[in-house]
C-alpha cells in the first residue's frame, strides 16, 4: 500500500493535498439529516471531493495515481476513528455516462476501509439514469439498522418522484 499525500485541514474542516502531479484535491463532507421511522433524526454526512477546484464531468485522462485513492480512504478511516458512531454516503451520479464506472472504482477503493467499517450499495433509477449510491457505517452502530432502512426509503423516495 503506497502511503497517502501530506494533506492539511481546512478551518472548515476539509482535507487537501497535492499531488505529485500537482494536481490539488480536496475532500470534504457535507452534513445532511435522516429521520427514521420512530421520529429520531440521523445526521448523515456526504463524502466528495473535487480535483483542480472542480467537479469534472470529462472522461478521466490523467494518469492513474494509487496516491489519491490511498489519500482518500485515509481520510475516510480517519473519519470513522475520530467518529465511529457517523455515517458517510456517497453518490455516482450520471450526468457524463460515467456513474456506473465512478462507482467501481469507489468499490475498489473500499477495500481499504477499516475492517470495522461495511458499505451498503444501491443502484436507483432517476430521470432515465442510474445513480449509484454507498452508505458507509461501523459495522457496530447500535442505530445501523434504523440508519439503512430509513437510508433505502429516502431512495424509494427519489425513485417514486
Same mark, same amino acid.
Given at each position: ?15 487537501? +493535498?497535492?499531488? $505529485?502531479?500537482? !494536481? *490539488?484535491? @480536496?475532500? =470534504? &463532507? ?48 480517519? +473519519?470513522?476513528? $475520530?467518529?465511529? !458512531? *457517523?455515517? @458517510?454516503? =456517497? &453518490? ?51 442505530? $445501523? ?17
Amino acid at each position: 500500500m503506497s502511503l497517502p499525500y501530506k494533506f492539511y485541514v481546512s478551518e472548515d474542516g476539509s482535507y487537501n +493535498f497535492i499531488t $505529485k502531479e500537482n !494536481h *490539488k484535491y @480536496l475532500v =470534504y &463532507f457535507s452534513e445532511s439529516t435522516l429521520p427514521d421511522a420512530e421520529n429520531n433524526t440521523h445526521i448523515l454526512y456526504s463524502l466528495g471531493f473535487s480535483r483542480d477546484g472542480e467537479h469534472s464531468c470529462k472522461p478521466f485522462s490523467v494518469k492513474y495515481d494509487s496516491g489519491i485513492r490511498f489519500t482518500i480512504m485515509f481520510i475516510v478511516n480517519d +473519519f470513522f476513528n $475520530k467518529n465511529d !458512531h *457517523k455515517t @458517510l454516503i =456517497y &453518490f455516482c451520479f450520471d450526468d457524463d455516462g460515467y456513474s456506473r464506472h465512478r462507482s467501481i472504482v469507489f468499490n475498489q477503493w473500499c477495500k481499504d476501509l477499516n475492517v470495522s467499517i461495511e458499505k451498503h450499495n444501491s443502484v436507483i433509477p432517476y430521470k432515465g439514469q442510474f445513480v449509484y449510491s454507498s452508505l458507509i457505517i461501523v459495522r457496530d452502530n447500535p442505530l $445501523k439498522s434504523l440508519i439503512l432502512k430509513s437510508f433505502n426509503t429516502y431512495l424509494e423516495e427519489i425513485i417514486n418522484k
